[in-house]
């Protein structure tokens, strides 16, 4: 049986014909040992989208979570209506009190739940700042060390800490993205990489000797980033040969379309209803 990687939520539609788009992000994952879902978008189209798409997720073994933002957390209500219980693997830092401020406006952007709500209609949440494996070669990168100076995070994007300060930028220190192990090589799948996607990409190759990176797959986060922290991205695909380059939602078009340019066939966009099979 192959690997599938299928986009769910997703800003942009890839297939016609019932798939819809939101500001989110969520993929599902088919593996011979299982299936999991790697977050779950908004909450206005994951179950739509699960349902045209074919995926099950009833099904799932588990499920990931990336950080704790409302775009990447907002279907876990219906996730957890259509499969009560599952375990939710994530870093302890996802329930912060989160917060945008744009324009002047401060808008609330973390998980709308508490968590004891959240469990009390099933969520099991296992929550770890290490690498877990979840599943037979279904990784959780845990805690990602950032140890570069030119991926600065979003000065926009504040968040209240354990002991009421206010940081900015949010540090977001549980920014974790899923290490698929694949015939062809890895795949990373990114939530939106606030770690950056250099910390992210050197990290994994550190804790996978001897592994090489297939595809990059999710939000990048470079649609905010300056040309520095985007031509030191692009010089990493080509330093570790990464194959396949697929971006979806915070890599914004002109970034998507730099990389279009300079990558060529290497490059895709991953929107709702892209498969990626291996």
């Not at 401060?106 to 968590?115: D, F, M, P, S």
Request: charged letters at 20%; aromatic letters at 8%.
């Amino acid at each position: 049986m192959a690997i599938n990687l299928t986009i769910l939520c997703e800003n942009s539609v890839a297939r016609p014909f019932g798939v819809l788009g939101e500001h989110g992000f969520a993929c599902y994952l088919e593996t011979p040992q299982g299936n999991y879902l790697f977050d779950t978008g908004q909450g206005n189209t994951i179950i739509n989208n699960a349902r045209v798409l074919g995926k099950n997720l009833a099904d799932i073994k588990a499920l990931m979570l990336s950080h704790g933002h409302y775009d990447h957390t907002g279907g876990l209500e219906q996730v957890l209506e259509c499969n009560s219980e599952v375990d939710i693997y994530a870093h302890p830092g996802i329930f912060a009190d989160r917060y945008w401020n744009v324009e002047g406006r401060q808008r609330y952007v973390g998980i709308a739940w508490k968590r004891d709500y959240l469990e009390s209609i099933g969520a099991n949440f296992k929550l770890q700042r290490e690498l877990r494996e979840v599943g037979r070669g279904v990784y959780l990168t845990g805690e990602i060390p950032r140890n570069n100076d030119f991926e600065k995070g979003d000065s926009q994007q504040t968040a209240v800490g354990a002991n009421g300060q206010i940081l900015q930028p949010d540090p977001l220190p549980d920014d974790l993205s899923m290490v698929v192990e694949t015939p062809l090589g890895l795949i990373i799948v990114l939530g939106c990489a606030h770690a950056g996607l250099v910390n992210i990409i050197e990290y994994v190759v550190d804790n996978f000797p001897g592994k090489n990176i297939h595809a990059v797959v999710g939000g990048t986060h470079l649609g905010f980033a300056d040309d520095e922290q985007f031509e030191k991205t692009l010089q990493i695909f080509d330093r570790f040969e990464i194959a396949k380059v697929g971006v979806s939602h915070c890599t914004g078009l002109q970034k998507a379309a730099r990389l279009a340019n300079r990558l060529g066939e290497r490059f895709f966009f991953a929107n709702a209803g892209t498969v990626l099979t291996t």
